[in-house]
């Protein structure tokens, strides 16, 4: 920090008799040493302003602010404090145990309970990974842990006063020993099918090499994707003579077959082009009676809906190895969370595709009542990407799909439902896929989720490092309008990642041309 920031009164709270700021403060920079000890320092008590908040990025040492009782950390034990013991989600700390996980060393020596509590919530994201991952940092943490108990920075005082380490490591153990036993090798394989809507003129699916490794990360699991994760590309723009889609078939199995378990193409040919609704259904029609455990869908451009790509990557690799919790049945991946019902825009809120969308609903479910999308009724993410459970899939009878595969592709029935009256193909319609764009919201009800779909944070179903990932600006500023608590507020958007730490630069970085 500046010089100029320094000067009376200082920080009153230090202060009692004869110990003030002439006692203690002078001579600058470092005042008189007899007056620092524990969290009395110079940096703290001295600050023209005291209220004003401490940027800790401008000190090299942020031990020399205080310890435990700055404010950093007393929010952080309070926000990490209601996660383990009420389940309570937080935007601002799903932000926070990452930079203090990152400072570990610093943050340590300023205030070990803090640090502690960081790294139990870094085990917590990463609980899934394989042992050559978790096992060393799991030792990291115990013997930090012994050491700050050792010489005193630890005490039974930190746990009376808050702090969740007892509950932390509870729930970290918990969570590496929930391990499905039916997914523990030897098994029966591929655990997972990647379903890709895919039409092959001119999309790049280079990303699919992430499933082994991602070029930011050291993680390989390429060992593990080739044992549990097939490859289904399900076409849709699949050339007329059967030679062509024979020789187009060759070349994606050739491509991709020393990355998955299997590569299977099926190409999906429709009345009138519908893009994922008959792709998704169709694999669904095909595989019914023989799903694995569960079913990844996506489009070929799914970095494009989902930005932050490790979410995809790790979802797949913890639901693959038998670690995604049994409650999560289905986990919708993409970014862009809408709501019909326009918060803060009552009065001018419109849905002009409410017929339209009303007269598939009522096709596709079978259902004489509809929701009302205007009244929060029905709201989630859009661009269906998205894990589901085979128990999930099985909760509608396979006719359930026939009939929607049939009236989204087999026939031209789903645009026919855009019109009040009459069999209408009009043009735009057409070339948007419009009654599949409009069906987007459907797909989570399908497979048993509430109407209300939540945001991925805000399931306690999910485990961390779903929550904390793809994390749009709107919910972001939901949570400084309180929608989160009152803990919430100070989500900050901030510049932590910059060059190629980004994420434009990872995402291009998934699409380097690679050595031939």
């Known amino acids: 920090m500046m010089a100029s920031e320094y ?147 630890l005490l039974q005082s930190h746990h009376l006063n808050g702090w ?27 655990v997972l099918d990647i379903v890709l809507c895919y039409c092959g ?57 020393n990355y998955f378990h299997m590569v299977e193409v099926r190409y999906v040919d429709d009345q009138v082009r519908a893009d994922d609704c008959s792709a998704y259904l169709a694999y669904i029609v095909d595989r019914y009676d023989d799903l694995p455990d569960f079913a990844v869908f996506l489009h070929a451009d799914a970095p494009e809906h989902i930005p932050s790509v490790d979410l995809l990557m790790d ?24 709501r019909h019902d326009c918060p803060g825009n009552a009065t001018g809120c419109k849905d002009p595709d409410g017929p339209e969308v009303a007269r598939l609903w009522r096709r596709v479910f079978h259902s004489s009542i509809v929701p009302e999308r205007l009244h929060g009724d029905l709201n989630g993410y859009c661009c269906v990407q998205f894990l589901v459970r085979r128990e999930r899939v099985r909760l509608r009878k396979k006719q359930f799909y026939v009939d929607a595969l049939d009236f989204f592709g087999e026939t031209a029935e789903s645009y026919y439902e855009l ?17 599949c764009q409009l069906a987007m919201y459907f797909w989570h009800v399908m497979f048993g989720e509430d109407l209300w779909l939540p945001r991925r944070h805000r399931d306690p179903r999910l485990p961390l490092f779903i929550r904390m990932l793809n994390i749009e600006a ?27 730490e980004d994420t434009y630069y990872r995402l291009q970085s998934l699409f380097a041309e690679t050595a031939a």
């Open 315 to 338: 979802a797949v690799f913890a639901a693959s190895r038998g670690f995604l919790p049994r409650d999560a049945g289905f986990v919708h991946l993409a970014h862009n969370y809408v």
């Open 7 to 153: 000067g009376p009164p200082g920080d009153p709270t230090c202060w009692l008799g004869n110990i003030n700021f002439a006692t203690c403060c002078l001579p600058p920079p470092r005042g008189n040493d007899y007056c620092w000890e524990g969290g009395f320092t110079y940096e703290r008590c001295c600050r023209k302003n005291p209220l004003e908040p401490v940027d800790i990025n401008k000190v090299a040492e942020i031990a020399e602010l205080g310890g435990c009782e700055l404010n950093i950390f007393q929010e952080f034990k309070e926000r990490a404090g209601a996660w383990y013991r009420h389940a309570v989600p937080n935007l601002v700390l799903f932000q926070e145990f990452g930079y203090i996980s990152r400072r570990f060393d610093s943050m340590y020596r300023s205030c070990a309970p803090a640090a502690l509590t960081a790294l139990l919530l870094k085990l917590e994201s990463i609980y899934f990974e394989e042992e050559a991952i978790w096992a060393p940092l799991y030792a990291h943490y115990a013997e930090q842990h012994h050491q700050a108990v050792a010489s005193g920075d």
């Open 164 to 190: 969740p380490l007892v509950e932390g490591l509870k729930q970290v153990n918990a969570l590496r020993a929930s391990r499905d036993p039916e997914l523990v090798p030897p098994l029966r394989a591929p």
């Open 201 to 257: 003129r001119g999309e790049r699916i280079d990303w699919l090499r992430g499933f082994h490794q991602l070029p930011w990360r050291s993680e390989n699991r390429s060992a593990s994707t080739r044992a549990r994760v097939a490859l289904r590309f399900y076409h849709k723009c699949g050339a007329e003579s059967e030679e062509e889609r024979e020789e187009e078939s060759w070349r994606l199995q050739k491509e991709w077959s």
């Open 474 to 500: 709107e919910a972001a500023l939901e949570a400084q309008r309180g929608e989160d608590g009152v803990g919430g507020r100070v989500i900050q958007f901030t510049g932590d990642n910059t060059g190629a």
């Open 419 to 435: 019109f009040a009256a009459g069999k209408v193909l009009w043009p735009p319609d057409t070339r948007g896929r419009t009654p």
